[in-house]
């Protein structure tokens, strides 16, 4: 089959990771995300020379446009939000697994 030199504009991926509970056990967590694609040269200019934790935070909400899955203290779907992106970002290294995972799936892969 042969590759279209044009992809879709949007992509919809899940991001999926651990954290540790108060005993020490992993907890797995996903959400989903939808997003817009960008090239590699929009993510360079975007991402400039001296990415940080912040800088990839602020690009993640320049491209997510809806998530699901993301719940509130009382169990309930949150809309997504700049505030409640955020708010997700303050867990430690969420915002590094949710920009690696859109890095990963908005390009091509290898095919086994």
Do not use: H
């Amino acid at each position: 089959m042969a590759i279209k030199i044009i992809v879709s504009n949007k992509l919809k991926f899940k991001v999926k990771g651990t954290i540790k509970d108060e005993e020490g056990r992993d907890q797995p967590f996903d959400f989903t995300l939808t997003c817009t694609r960008l090239d590699q040269d929009q993510i360079k200019a975007k991402l400039g020379p001296n990415a940080d934790d912040t800088s990839v935070v602020d690009f993640m909400l320049e491209v997510i446009e809806d998530w699901q899955g993301v719940r509130d203290a009382e169990d309930k779907p949150m809309a997504f939000t700049e505030a409640a992106y955020r708010e997700l970002c303050r867990i430690p290294g969420v915002s590094v697994v949710a920009f690696r995972t859109y890095l990963a799936e908005v390009g091509a892969k290898e095919k086994n």
